[in-house]
């Protein structure tokens, strides 16, 4: 609630409204824009813009970055005239670059990296798997509002889990520590 109320005030102060107006705008952007921003995608390709191929469906350049093949200030410049990025979950990215069979390809890379996670972490204890849970909250949430390719590189999905896993299993064994996990 403090962050929404954040938001409300930046609102308020950039957008000069009142303070009702700056709540309902907070939360109008974080509840309503992340959810209907994506579905965009789905109407500029393959109508304005084609399918951008296997890199494609990983990855979107930012507004700032010059050597993408598309960016999302491209996207905001069809969708309603200005420069900006308009949110996309790592579906509508992977729809950019291969339609369909980019969103289902994505979602078996996503689930398989999360499958490995898992599997590792079920062999961990229940302290080693908290921080893998804790460290990938982040991760999964950029899921939701960026392409694959940030979160993985970006915000360390999967690779900070594997990373703590292997420390865990690194620093027990450098210090004989017996192996105990609760299922």
């Known amino acids: 609630m403090l962050m929404v109320l954040i938001v409300a005030v930046v ?9 009702l107006d700056g709540f309902i705008t907070a939360l109008w952007r974080i509840f309503v824009v992340t959810s209907v921003a994506p579905l965009y995608f789905y109407e500029l390709f393959p109508e304005y813009f084609q399918f951008r191929g296997l890199h494609g469906m990983l990855f979107i350049g930012d507004r700032f970055n010059p050597q993408a093949d598309l960016t999302y200030a491209d996207l905001g410049r069809v969708l309603q005239g200005a420069f900006f990025n308009p949110n996309a979950g790592y579906f509508a990215v992977a729809y950019s670059g291969l339609g369909f069979a980019g ?58 889990a594997l990373l703590i896993i292997a420390l865990d299993k690194l620093g027990r064994k450098a210090f004989k520590i017996k192996e105990t996990y609760s299922r």
């Open 11 to 19: 609102y308020m102060i950039t957008n000069q409204i009142g303070p």
């Open 103 to 160: 969103v289902i390809l994505t979602v078996f890379l996503v689930n398989f990296l999360c499958f490995i996670v898992d599997r590792m972490a079920f062999q961990s204890d229940s302290v080693t798997r908290a921080g893998v849970l804790l460290v990938s909250l982040n991760a999964i949430q950029v899921l939701a509002s960026d392409h694959l390719m940030y979160a993985l590189t970006g915000h360390g999905f999967v690779i900070s």
